[in-house]
């Protein structure tokens, strides 16, 4: 009896302690994530007007939602689908280039902790205001870029929806390929979990680095190929040159409410997406 009493009480204590753990997380949650996102939807249905005496509420329904959606489309739509376009393009070309950096980085040479460092360092010292400068200035864009006018010829050959966000990618490239340093830093952490016996025993087979790479490293590195994925949709999301972003800071609070709720729930439509696609791909690699 006392020695399953005094068990109890461990486990007990163990919850405690662990429940003091997470406590600030859980009130951080809730006081600057929980309510400001409930207090925003309230908005979203409301009139909202600042006074002298305080803040006035005049409940509208869904006129907001009707307004962006179906009365005034182009509010979102002139913005978002070549926004989705330029989207879709750049997550594959940033998701591919950290995870070729992060294989490289990953090999034995002289002074690759400075490598490493020197792809990393522009996340710590860029800003988003930083970022939209470069972007404005034009300093994004590759030299080869006007030199073969690669330009004119994605405007020749390619449709006007898809030419705009291809040209806007290749404007942007360097600064793209530079804010890449997370995705590095994570796809280098994956590398770490594959065993070196597995690659000794697959050249002692005779493979080859190229069968090695498809046989043993990308499949690896499927969870943080999905990991990168997610964390690339919601920083590309948040872009300081995200045009929604730009019309969501109104001085119509309920409009604005009601469009970043519109708009994240775009969001979580697109990583929906990506999470059917990547089951799918992954279950049929499981299958074969």
């Known amino acids: 009896m006392?020695?399953?009493?005094?068990?109890?009480?461990?486990?007990?204590?163990?919850?405690?302690?662990?429940?003091?753990?997470?406590?600030?997380?859980?009130?951080?949650?809730?006081?600057?994530?929980?309510?400001?996102?409930a207090y925003s939807l309230y908005m979203s249905f409301q009139r909202v007007k600042i006074t002298a005496s305080g803040?006035?509420?005049?409940?509208?329904?869904?006129?907001?939602?009707?307004?962006?959606?179906?009365?005034?489309?182009?509010?979102?739509?002139?913005?978002?689908?070549?926004?989705?376009?330029?989207?879709?393009?750049?997550?594959?070309?940033?998701?591919?280039?950290?995870l070729l950096i992060a294989i490289l980085l990953n090999q034995k040479f002289w002074g690759r902790g400075w490598f490493r460092a020197i792809f990393f360092l522009?996340?710590?010292?860029?800003?988003?205001?930083?970022?939209?400068?470069?972007?404005?200035?034009?300093?994004?864009?590759?030299?080869?870029?006007?030199?073969?006018?690669?330009?004119?010829?994605?405007?020749?050959?390619?449709?006007?929806?898809?030419?705009?966000?291809?040209?806007?990618?290749?404007?942007?490239?360097?600064?793209?390929?530079?804010?890449?340093?997370?995705q590095i830093l994570i796809f280098l952490a994956g590398r770490q979990t594959i065993p070196l016996s597995v690659y000794e025993a697959a050249r002692i087979d005779g493979a080859d680095p190229w069968e090695t790479f498809w046989k043993i490293t990308l499949p690896g590195l499927t969870p943080f190929i999905l990991l990168n994925l997610i964390y690339t949709v919601v920083d590309l999301f948040t872009f300081p040159s995200n045009p929604i972003i730009a019309k969501v800071n109104t001085q119509n609070y309920g409009l604005s409410s009601a469009l970043a709720w519109i708009y994240l729930m775009i969001v979580l439509l697109f990583l929906g997406i990506i999470f059917y696609f990547f089951a799918r791909v992954n279950r049929a690699s499981h299958q074969r």
């Open 2 to 37: 006392i020695k399953g009493r005094f068990r109890l009480n461990a486990v007990t204590q163990r919850k405690l302690e662990g429940s003091l753990f997470i406590a600030p997380w859980i009130f951080g949650f809730i006081a600057f994530i929980a309510f400001p996102l």
């Open 55 to 98: 803040i006035e509420y005049t409940p509208v329904g869904f006129q907001y939602y009707r307004e962006i959606l179906l009365a005034d489309g182009g509010l979102l739509y002139n913005d978002l689908i070549p926004f989705l376009r330029q989207a879709v393009i750049m997550i594959p070309v940033i998701v591919v280039f950290s």
């Open 122 to 182: 522009p996340v710590i010292f860029s800003t988003g205001q930083i970022i939209q400068e470069f972007i404005t200035q034009g300093e994004g864009t590759l030299s080869f870029v006007e030199q073969f006018a690669i330009a004119e010829y994605a405007r020749e050959y390619l449709p006007d929806s898809w030419a705009t966000p291809v040209i806007n990618v290749i404007n942007s490239f360097v600064l793209v390929l530079w804010y890449s340093g997370v």
